[in-house]
């Protein structure tokens, strides 16, 4: 299938911008030789995974474009989105260096064929054992979507060296991942689902590795409009976000202040 899509221009970048958006820290992980670490690292590193899906190829061209130039590095692609193979292969060839994967994958056939295309990471709402079985040993990092303690444990217990807890703002948001942690501060975990930017920082102070956006950069009316420079602004403000997260709690900065039941956090109850 062949795309034809008019490039996004993007806005010109002050160096003081480009400094902020940019990996520069000395206290960044150094990474491993790896693929499968380094795109680990690169997860805690950025602490935001984009999660993008859109109506057309052409449309995720140009969102992940404005996402990619407003400074996210690591971005999932929804198995729903038309042509997303396609749609990462083109993605791959032009950022060589950004970490790409695909999301909702819930088969063998859709891993085999993401990873075929330059898919560095594969996610799942739910634990799916043949594609972790098919992942074992290999340069892809597959991460499973888990709920309860026991999926949690017992998809650690099968290789998953990371899990997507889903759908995080149903069970209680940061409460929840707080909770989790303390049985298992071993286990890392990506917070995914109503997700909002002010939040990215008390989820990773509670200690999740990175978290999931995805209507929070991927705005449903920017969108629709083919508003880029919107998706643009509210990638560079997730971007830093994260990035600063990751910062403090390498700091040793966590002290938030947790919601309280019923509380309404960044526009959503949880």
Known sequence: MALTITRW???????????????????????????????LQQIHNSG????????SAEL????????????????????STPGVFKVLQCLVQDHPTMTFGVGTVLNVENAKNATNVGAK???????????????????????????????ILSAHDAGAKIVKVYPVSALGGIRYISALK????????VASQGITIDSIG??????????????????????????????????????????EAVERKRRGITKVNLPKENQVLGGRRI
């Open 182 to 189: 303390k049985p298992f501060p071993h286990i890392q975990m």
């Open 121 to 151: 990471f594969l996610m799942s709402p739910a634990t799916v054992k043949d594609i972790m079985e098919d992942v074992r040993g290999g340069e892809v990092l597959y991460i499973p979507g888990v709920m309860t303690p026991t999926e």
């Open 60 to 79: 995720a061209i140009e969102a992940a474009v404005a996402a990619i130039s407003g400074g996210i590095s690591v971005l999932e692609i929804v198995m």
């Open 48 to 55: 935001v995974i984009a999660c993008l899906r859109a109506n």
């Open 202 to 243: 008390d989820y990773i102070a509670q200690g999740a590795a990175s978290v999931v956006l995805s209507d929070a950069i991927f705005d449903k009316e920017a969108m629709d409009q083919n508003n880029f420079d919107k998706i643009y602004q509210l990638a560079r403000l997730a971007a830093l976000q994260g990035r």
């Open 9 to 39: 221009n993007k806005p010109v970048i002050s160096s003081r911008m480009a400094f902020c958006c940019s990996c520069t820290s000395t206290q960044q992980l150094q990474l491993s030789s790896s693929p499968l670490n380094k795109t």
